[in-house]
């Protein structure tokens, strides 16, 4: 602060303040300085004369007349200046920089004939830590093994990088690189989720125990940043719930048209990561076997979380308390089987009931010993001797749909006859 008056001769003048309890306090030295802006800011004082005053015998470099506001208040502002140019705000909350492992992906992007040893695939990894370090959003203009062009999302932005392969080195290179947003700030800071599988694949693999909360405490303490990347929320959870009715869609011709409707709305992303997939891995109507209605793996989820504090130990104690768990666990359920007194398990003898009193309304006409057309809405046609349905449902759960139950009370015949044995409270007890 005192450098500001080079000109003048240590003595020759002094600096002071005063606040409430306190007419004249002196200004002696940058900690002074502090010492008053410390109290100003904790109290909410909104302001402080600072006076300079010219010592008897000793000539000022400037002239400030005595007791004039005006030029008091032109040395009261160059003074205060001085300090709030150094920012004496921060120095009352200090944080400390802490070092983050993201802080290498600043330069991850960085000038024209950069270099990519390991190609497309490299240079893209590189692209989505520079985006993400500097928090903005990239859209792929040209996307493929041989080049890469990326523009930031927003239209009028000029931000664009593009590279491609050298041949015959086989080197990735960027051609082109404006590094210049117009876009204004827009700090996302979020991360994709093939990066976090990058980033973290080998701590999950040595910590198959580590939870996504985990990794996202572990993503915002040590890179800085936050993740559900990719889609927008809206837009991935219409996206999600027309995969689900896809892979639940009961016959061909349903799961066809949700399909377009699904690639229609998800666009390249979505027709590429399907693409991976066979249609029998996934879907009720293209599964060759028998999943008795099930289609998620919440079982193996259960499994895993009922020997949760036994799966660390060795795999030999691992297999013994498995099985030991699994015979105490059978034993039980063998004791609560003999409880039933129903021909097949009580959920399903539930199931039943209700399908009885949705169906009463509706009217079945036989067209022969095994085939009848149900109308309901819409209606449907019910093979009992091949056990179909034409809306799909029995086929796929192995338990009669509605419109299967009223075809065999219409028929007369025993439905315990085309139900299968998994249902049976014999099954049960036989475990």
């Not at 004791?335 to 129903?342: H, S, V």
């Not at 509706?362 to 095994?370: A, G, K, M, Q, T």
């Amino acid at each position: 602060m005192l450098a500001k008056w080079k000109n003048l001769t240590q003595g020759c003048f002094s600096i002071s303040y005063s606040i409430d309890g306190h007419p004249n306090c002196i200004l002696d030295c940058n900690e002074d300085l502090s010492a008053l802006y410390a109290p100003a800011v904790t109290f909410g004082i909104g302001r402080v004369d600072v006076v300079v005053k010219e010592s008897i015998g000793y000539c000022l470099g400037f002239t400030v007349d005595d007791g004039s506001s005006s030029s008091m208040a032109v040395v009261a502002a160059e003074v205060i200046s001085d300090v709030v140019d150094g920012d004496m705000i921060s120095s009352f909350c200090e944080h400390g920089s802490k070092e983050l492992k993201s802080d290498a992906w600043r330069k991850a992007i960085n000038c024209v004939d950069q270099v990519f040893v390991g190609g497309a695939a490299a240079f893209r990894d590189s692209l989505c830590k520079y985006s993400l370090f500097h928090g903005f959003k990239f859209i792929y203009i040209r996307n493929d093994s041989e080049r890469v062009a990326a523009r930031c999302q927003s239209m009028k932005c000029t931000w664009f990088v593009k590279a491609n392969i050298e041949k015959p080195s086989g080197l990735f290179r960027i051609k082109e690189f404006i590094n210049e947003h117009c876009c204004g700030a827009n700090v996302l800071s979020t991360s994709s989720s093939g990066l976090i599988g990058r980033l973290f694949s080998e701590t999950i693999r040595l910590t198959p125990s580590k939870r996504p909360v985990d990794v996202k405490k572990e993503l915002k303490l040590k890179y800085g940043v936050d993740h559900m990347g990719g889609l927008e929320t809206k837009r991935k959870k219409h996206i999600m719930a027309l995969f689900h009715r896809c892979a639940y869609a009961p016959t061909v011709t349903e799961f066809d048209k949700l399909l377009s409707k699904l690639k229609a709305d998800g666009g390249q992303k979505v027709i590429d990561f399907l693409s991976t997939l066979a249609n029998d891995h996934w879907c009720h109507p293209y599964f060759v076997g028998k999943r008795y209605g099930e289609l998620t793996s919440n079982l193996v989820e259960s499994f895993n979380s009922w020997i949760k504090k036994e799966r660390h130990l060795p795999i030999t104690q691992l297999v013994d308390r498995i099985r030991v768990k699994l015979m105490d666990q059978m034993s039980d359920r063998r004791d609560l089987g003999l409880k039933w007194e129903t021909v097949i398990c009580p959920k399903k003898d539930r199931k039943l009931g209700e399908l009885f009193t949705l169906s009463k309304t509706w009217n079945v006409v036989r067209s022969n010993d095994e085939l009848y057309e149900v109308h309901s809405n819409p209606s449907v046609s019910v093979h009992i001797g091949r056990r179909t349905c034409s809306c799909g449902e029995w086929q796929i759960n192995s338990f009669p749909c509605v419109h299967a139950l009223c075809a065999l009370k219409r028929s007369k015949r025993n439905l315990n006859d085309y139900l299968e044995r998994y249902y049976f409270t014999e099954t049960y007890q036989e475990v």
